[in-house]
């Protein structure tokens, strides 16, 4: 697409052309150009030389600068990834694999993303920092420019008048502002982009005046509805770095306070070096000394204690030592790349890195074979106690699996709560039945036969007969045993038999009462529906006579209903059924029951509340009608 086209997708040649400049501007003091920013970036030798330049850090020790295949430039981007990463740049839905595969948007995604973390952000207006800080700045920069309002990096600098007052107002002999017309855009944005016409000798008096590279296209922005504002922004933030002097002197600052910061640390670095260099050194060759191979004859005591003193070595000695030289290394490395960073020649190390690495390796395979000459000692020491552990091993397993099956299938401990808990339990007893007592019966016969066979050819001296005389006893009692927890098993499983008839009779039991239930529910929210029909405040006329009349129907007919319908049904056919239930342990079916119950009460007291209620308004009405006729006489008297 031609420079300074409008179509949806003109933001992509346009960044494109713009972060190529700006790339190619810090890419020459390495003598490196970026052509075609899609392709020049996939083997990550000119992304890597980028990062270094615009951090000041060096972004790796080692990388391939030859890349050929896929693998080695995504070597290179992993590496430029992992240094961002490190530096708390995000890099977010953008990998080496969309660089290698030279996907526009997400390439430029990446410059973006380098721009904002590496030159925008360090952008700081009274704290305001960033693309707002840089706003905030143009802002204050054109206070004395009425006809000009920035409020954006797109619209506000369509006219070009934004570009030339920040100009003018650094450099006012450079070009008269107020002969400028915000009609003239591109003569406008020729202006404040190139600063002097004509074009021709814009470059040249930019680079020598300013040193601000040309990164727009006139086109790119006059007579643009909306140009890119990272292109913008950008460019602006080049202005910034021109034209903000306080900013110029804090970075001048800065660079001063790490040239003198690095100049320290390269002084500790060698300081650190030179401390514990020759401490690794010596304690290096004091070690190769120390490991030597047991002599044949020495005792299998004397063996595992020179094997728990290595040992010990091992976790607690050599483990600092090994930390002590990653540091050293790492010293080192550190040492001299800050040298090669600062332009220094390669410090002199005394004693040399190699002489150390060196020892380290002798004193590493020295102790493989220290260990491997005990080990083979202890070895031929233990061969005979072998058979004897495998036997204490085995007796231990079975020993554990009669503790369990003890503990599990113990009538003291069994309580059934339903018919499905109890098919459960019957289904482990078979499983029980069928796999783990013959498995542990071969254990039991495989240790009678060891201990009556295999052992009895390592009889050599008396502690070892002693031991084997005691394996042969905890034989006998684990066999003892066994057969104890197999007749405790079939007692289990009779229990559980009979348990599991008496719970699918409850569950019969369960089953008629939630039937009854059901209908009963029926019948006593019909009989609370009456009760609340008997209400007091709906008779009209003869009043005394209506509720009476009311109060006697109520005690004829719904009264003895609650008792007969109600409660008489619920104690007959539902309440008989607690005692199974709490036999079968049916916590669940008895809080139902209790539940319902509940109900019942609640309306025998509303029965028994509407009775009350519908005398004492009969009461009343009697009491109302005497004291009228009474009122009624004293006026005749009068």
């Known amino acids: 697409m031609a420079p300074g086209s409008h179509s949806s997708e003109g933001w992509v040649d346009v960044q494109k052309n713009t972060f190529t400049r700006w790339a190619n501007t810090h890419l020459s003091r390495k003598r490196m150009e970026i052509h075609d920013v899609y392709e020049d970036l996939k083997d990550g030798l000119r992304l890597i030389a980028l990062l270094q330049i615009v951090s000041r850090q060096q972004v790796a020790p080692k990388y391939n600068k030859h890349p ?3 693998i080695q430039k995504l070597e290179n981007l992993n590496l430029a990834f992992n240094f961002m990463a490190r530096n708390g740049v995000t890099v977010t839905n953008i990998g080496s694999s969309d660089i290698v595969d030279g996907n526009s948007k997400l390439v430029l995604g990446l410059l973006w993303t380098i721009i904002k973390a590496y030159q925008v952000s360090d952008i700081d207006v009274d704290g305001v920092s960033g693309k707002d800080g840089l706003l905030l700045w143009c802002k204050r920069s054109l206070a004395d420019y009425p006809s000009v309002e920035v409020h954006n990096f797109t619209t506000s600098w369509t006219n070009g008048l934004a570009f030339c007052a920040l100009i003018h107002k650094h450099y006012p002999n450079l070009l008269d502002f107020n002969s400028l017309s915000p009609q003239n855009a591109e003569h406008n944005v020729s202006l404040g982009i190139f600063y002097i016409l004509p074009v021709s000798i814009a470059f040249t008096l930019a680079e020598t005046k300013f040193g601000i590279p040309q990164l727009l296209n006139v086109a790119d922005v006059a007579g643009n509805p909306k140009p890119d504002d990272k292109s913008i922004l950008t460019y602006v933030s080049l202005l910034f ?13 800065t660079t001063i306070c790490k040239a003198v910061g690095m100049a320290q640390r390269i002084n500790e670095l060698k300081q650190h070096y030179e401390t514990n260099a020759p401490q690794l050194l010596e304690w290096y060759n004091s070690k190769i000394n120390t490991w030597k191979a047991p002599d044949a004859t020495a005792s299998l005591t004397t063996v595992q204690q ?36 600062n332009h220094r020649p390669d410090p002199a190390m005394s004693p040399p890195l190699d002489v150390i690495a060196a020892l380290r390796t002798t004193l590493q395979e020295t102790e493989v074979q220290y260990e491997i000459a005990l080990r083979a000692h202890v070895l031929q020491c233990q061969q005979n106690d072998a058979i004897m552990n495998t036997v204490l091993s085995d007796l231990v397993k079975l020993e554990t699996w009669l503790e369990k099956v003890s503990s599990e299938y113990s009538n003291e401990s069994l309580a059934v709560t339903s018919s499905i808990q109890a098919e459960e339990f019957d289904e482990s007893l078979q499983f029980l039945h069928a796999v783990e007592v013959p498995r542990y019966r071969h254990v039991l016969e495989k240790v009678k036969t060891a201990a009556t066979t295999h052992l009895s050819e390592h009889v050599t001296t008396p502690a070892i007969k002693e031991r084997i005389a005691t394996v042969q006893k905890l034989i006998v009692i684990a066999e003892t045993r066994f057969n104890e927890t197999l007749e405790a098993i079939l007692n289990y499983k009779e229990t559980i038999s009979n348990a599991l008839v008496f719970q699918r009779e409850v569950d019969g039991v369960a089953k008629e009462m ?22 007091v405040h709906t008779v009209g006329e003869n009043t005394e006579v209506a509720l009476t009349e009311m109060k006697n129907k109520f005690e004829a007919t719904i009264f003895p209903r609650v008792e007969s319908d109600v409660v008489s049904a619920f104690e007959r056919d539902i309440a008989s059924k607690r005692e199974i239930l709490t036999q079968a342990n049916r916590v669940e079916d008895l809080a139902t029951l209790d539940a319902f119950q509940k109900k019942v009460n609640a309306l025998v007291a509303k029965r028994d509340q509407k009775r009350e209620e519908l005398s004492q308004a009969v009461e009343d009405c009697k009491n109302r009608v005497t004291l009228t006729l009474s009122f009624a006489n004293l006026a005749s008297q009068i």
């Open 68 to 70: 050929r295949m896929r």
């Open 306 to 341: 020179a094997l728990s003193q290595f040992n010990e070595y091992k976790r607690t000695e050599r483990p600092t030592h090994e930390a002590s030289f990653v540091q050293l290394e790492s010293c080192a490395g550190r040492w001299i790349a800050s040298c090669k960073n």
């Open 241 to 253: 770095q021109e034209f903000a002097s306080d900013m110029q002197k804090k970075k001048a600052i």
């Open 514 to 535: 939630r039937a009854s239930m059901k209908t009963l529910k029926n019948h006593l929210e019909e009989v609370d529906e009456l009760i609340d029909d008997q209400n």
